[in-house]
């Protein structure tokens, strides 16, 4: 079916659904009433469907209406992304790599690396948000990101994932709380204490709640902040305990009067992978943030690194943040 719409009429489906007003939606488009219901009316009878009810109180879409309105939101969504693209190009912009990567990678492993990287290519940008593992990996299976950085590696074959950093989780105590003395503890027996922890939007808090969960627990945040450093700081001060990467509790432990204390839980062991759908298939630029990454893991942990992307038999991809 030949599409008789352009980006005006979503442009102005989009505005109608902002305001709930065909008039108001007509205003934001710079558009006059009469040549938005004809707009309207013109999209209505390519699709062959009522796209909104009128009323004396306005108007509201009907279902196809409302399906409309996803795509029409989604697809502006794209062309604002487009121009803002293009516009970097114009100003010299060559490249743009899309990171995923969850808490410890983004906190603990990537600063330097990204630093060096971006400093030794001024035209290429690095998206980087923070996600859950599973989320991580579905997103560059299906192309919305180049470059992931995951708890574990998947099976499929279609994927590659290539050993990057060991990551443990530990409990963080004040050096005065009870389990601060125990040689390792269970995350069951942490849980009757008040915990420390970042902020929900971050991958390690859902990945905790869901660890309490699995053993039929309540898990109770007390506070909640922005860094790892706040998280150590309460925890010093007695407001609760937490579970965090090794690697921040042992830098924030010189400094602090904290505790670290091992997991016994399987989960809290952890081999991070960089995950990408196809290292050749990437833009050179991409592959060399990959290779950027690699280069500054510590000889210690470079075991098990292939140059075919693979990485053995590794283990499952986890929710882990």
């Not at 042992?250 to 997991?263: D, G, M």
């Not at 960089?274 to 991409?286: E, M, N, T, W, Y």
């Not at 990959?290 to 510590?298: A, G, K, N, S, Y």
Request: hydrophobic residues 45%; proline residues 5%; glycine residues 8%.
């Amino acid at each position: 079916m030949a599409l008789h719409f352009d980006l005006t009429d979503l442009q102005l489906i989009v505005h109608i659904g902002d305001w709930h007003s065909l008039t108001r939606g007509a205003e934001k488009s710079h558009l006059s009433l009469p040549a938005a219901s004809t707009r309207v009316k013109n999209l209505e009878e390519h699709f062959g469907t009522q796209l909104l009810y009128r009323s004396s109180q306005g108007v509201t879409f009907s279902p196809s209406g409302q399906a409309l309105l996803r795509h029409a939101r989604a697809l502006m969504q794209q062309v604002q992304q487009l121009r803002g693209d293009m516009q970097e190009f114009a100003r010299g912009v060559k490249g743009h790599v899309r990171v995923l990567a969850n808490t410890t990678a983004i906190t603990e492993f990537m600063p330097g690396a990204l630093a060096r990287f971006l400093t030794a290519h001024p035209d290429v940008n690095v998206e980087l948000r923070e996600r859950l593992s599973y989320v991580i990996v579905r997103a560059v299976a299906e192309g919305s990101a180049d470059i992931g950085i995951v708890a574990g590696a998947g099976t499929d074959p279609q994927m590659q994932f290539i050993p990057y950093r060991n990551d443990r989780l530990v409990l963080v105590t004040a050096t005065s709380h009870p389990l601060a003395g125990q040689g390792a503890v269970a995350f069951a027996d942490t849980l009757e204490n008040d915990y420390v922890g970042l902020p929900e939007a971050s991958a390690i808090h859902p990945f905790l709640m869901q660890a309490a969960a699995t053993l039929g627990r309540t898990f109770k945040f007390r506070v909640e902040v922005s860094n790892f450093e706040a998280v150590c700081r309460m925890i010093e001060s007695g407001v609760g305990v937490g579970v965090i990467p090794e690697s921040a509790a042992l830098r924030h432990a010189h400094s602090l009067n904290i505790a670290i204390v091992p997991l016994t839980d399987a989960w809290a062991e952890r081999r991070l992978h960089i995950c990408v759908k196809d290292l050749a298939a990437l833009p050179v630029f991409a592959r060399e943030l990959v290779r950027t990454l690699i280069d500054e893991v510590p000889a210690g942990e470079r075991t098990g690194h292939r140059g075919d992307g693979s990485s053995g038999a590794p283990p499952p991809i986890d929710s882990a943040a």
